[in-house]
């Protein structure tokens, strides 16, 4: 069985291992790459996208989405991925060009031709997703499912109770979460429970690749800026495990339940409130990721990169 795919993301360096797992297990269909701000400025996650589909040698259409959020202002990731969005790999060399229409417009002929409804994994701010919701509801229809990262169901990492993907752009999380199609929350509550130990950079290493090389790189660049910042010993790769989650259903557990996304808090804007106990009488509209199989996901991973063409080492 094989999934057709559009990945919406900002790359970063775990949604360049997300782009690496959609291209190297063949149970996801990459139909298309759409790129956001996030991370970093569209120009640069939008570069970093083509980037890591050349190392990939992935053929697939590119389109830019939004540079901004639908609400105030963009606030990068710099402290965690670097000026460039995904400092550490030499990611030099020729790249391939981008579909010339916006990201919106990709999703929309994506999901118009393909046989099959697409799953839409998004892993960067949910801008470029809610305006496909808002601009083109009579294609959601063919939208299997989205499966994002972000939220949590415990504490934040950009604010005290606020993920970073959430809290960047809120009214369009709240837009895609409302949108009536079937969405998987990967939260943080997940995402930090696969940690890139030494153990697991250097499985990557040892593929001997160059895709093999540039995963452990990535990783021990986010190892630094997860302990500078967060004081993590062994830094999350939260992005992959949206993926691995469509390829996998078994990879992740989770539980339907409501999520609401806080718009207005003084202090908590950008929160994911969600309502494990049924305690608000709201119906659960999100299944929401509570358990992973820490093993099985690395496992996953590796063996998708291993099958990546070899490059130069
Ligand atoms: C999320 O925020 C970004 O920095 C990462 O790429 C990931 O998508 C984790 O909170
Ligand atoms: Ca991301």
Redesign the pocket.
Known sequence: MTRPVILDC?P????ALALLLAVGDPRVRLLGVTTVA??QTLDKTTRNALRILALAGADVPVAAGCDRPLVGELSV?AD??GASGLDGPDLDGPVPDLAGVHAVELMRRLLVDSVEPVTIVA??PLTNVALLVRTYPEVLPRVRRIVL??GSTERG??TPYG???IVTDPEAADIVLRSGRPVTMIG?NV?HQALATAEVIAAFENLGTRAGAVCAELMTFFAGTYRLVFGFEHPPV??PIAVAAVLDPSIVTTVPAPVAIELTGTHTRGATVVDLHGRTGRPPDTDVAVAIDVPAFWHLLLTAVAALPTGRP
């Open positions: 900002d970063g360096h775990d949604d996030g991370n990731a965690i991925h892993t960067g990262m972000g990492n950009t993920e970073f993907n943080l995402t939260h992005d």
